[in-house]
């Protein structure tokens, strides 16, 4: 680990300015990700921003009948409240889905959404990565790919997002609050919130430099049946190949979002519409543009029968 400079943020102003004034700074937290990341020296920064002693580790009600979660609530506060558990149950249930319970105990709701793939070839620095270092090419592509993206790839990163926080958030229509260096904030559709890779994989969501996370909101309940199911190679502690987050409806309507199968968390609208014709008619749709590998293509298959699974759990 290289030596950086530390300081502890007053405001959330303060901490966005501070990263802006220093290129590479980084704001730490719960450090879950970001301390193993300058380990291995892929995220060297020469400066740390402290921001647990800011006051954003509340979950409190909405105007509009909706949550407002602090950026430093700890994902195993936001999977045991009370509100979360009868409303937004998804997202307690993809929460329970991460991790241990130590890292949940640590892990924050921002620097959940921040996190960074665990594309192996990421992590080696001794392989090409675009993601790690733009222009160097991606080893993924034509190397061990079994994990990886199978639609919303690019010929320049073929990662995924590992989040199964996020993948709820996007289910739930959650919305991002921000504050910029220069003190104004913003509200950020978490749809719009992290991008695909194209031929920037190293940009990996629509913040700005500097720009620092200080809630996320959720809408209203939306009622229905709500499901978390997660496939992977091991019963804890392991990445999704594919995770499936719905809400359905007793009228067989509803919403789905994927985890394990692009570089964020996947959710086709019109593939939606077609819940009521089945697991089969929404895959089709859901990936009608993918672009497996050899190694992946079992993905397809294992995403239609993870999605008419959760169909029929919400059948009870």
Request: include cysteine; proline fraction near 6%; hydrophobic fraction near 40%.
């Amino acid at each position: 680990m290289r030596a950086f400079t530390y300081q502890r943020a007053a405001s959330p102003a303060e901490a966005a300015a501070a990263a802006l004034k220093t290129p590479g700074a980084k704001f730490i937290a719960g450090g879950t990700n970001l301390l193993d990341l300058m380990k291995l020296e892929i995220e060297t920064p020469p400066h740390l921003i402290d921001v647990n002693g800011l006051g954003l580790d509340k979950i409190e009600p909405t105007k509009g009948g909706g949550l407002r979660i602090g950026a430093l609530v700890r994902n195993t506060d936001l999977a045991a409240d009370a509100k979360v558990r009868k409303d937004y149950a998804v997202l307690s249930r993809a929460l329970l889905a991460g991790a241990s319970g130590q890292l949940r105990n640590k892990a924050t709701t921002a620097g959940n959404l921040l996190q960074r793939t665990r594309c192996p070839y990421f992590y080696d620095t001794n392989q090409a990565c675009n993601k790690r270092l733009p222009g160097s090419g991606c080893s993924a592509i034509g190397g061990i790919s079994r994990q990886h993206a199978v639609v919303g790839a690019s010929t320049a990163c073929i990662a995924t997002h590992p989040s199964d926080m996020a993948v709820a958030m996007r289910l739930l229509d959650a919305k991002v609050e921000t504050v910029r260096p220069n003190g104004q904030t913003r509200v950020i559709p978490i749809a719009d919130f992290h991008r695909l890779p194209g031929t920037t994989p190293h940009i990996e969501t629509s913040l700005q430099p500097g720009e620092f996370i200080t809630a996320v909101t959720l809408p209203k309940p939306i009622g229905g049946t709500h499901i978390y199911t997660k496939v992977r190679d091991r019963a804890s502690y392991a990445f999704a190949l594919v995770s499936v987050a719905a809400v359905i409806q007793t009228d067989g309507t509803g919403r789905i979002a994927l985890g394990g199968v692009a570089h964020k968390p996947w959710r086709v609208e019109a593939a939606e519409k077609e819940l009521p014709r089945g697991a089969k008619a929404v895959s089709a749709k859901l990936f009608a543009n993918a672009v497996p590998t050899p190694e992946n293509r079992f993905k397809l298959t294992l995403a239609e029968r993870t999605l008419a699974a959760a169909l029929l759990e919400a059948k009870g």
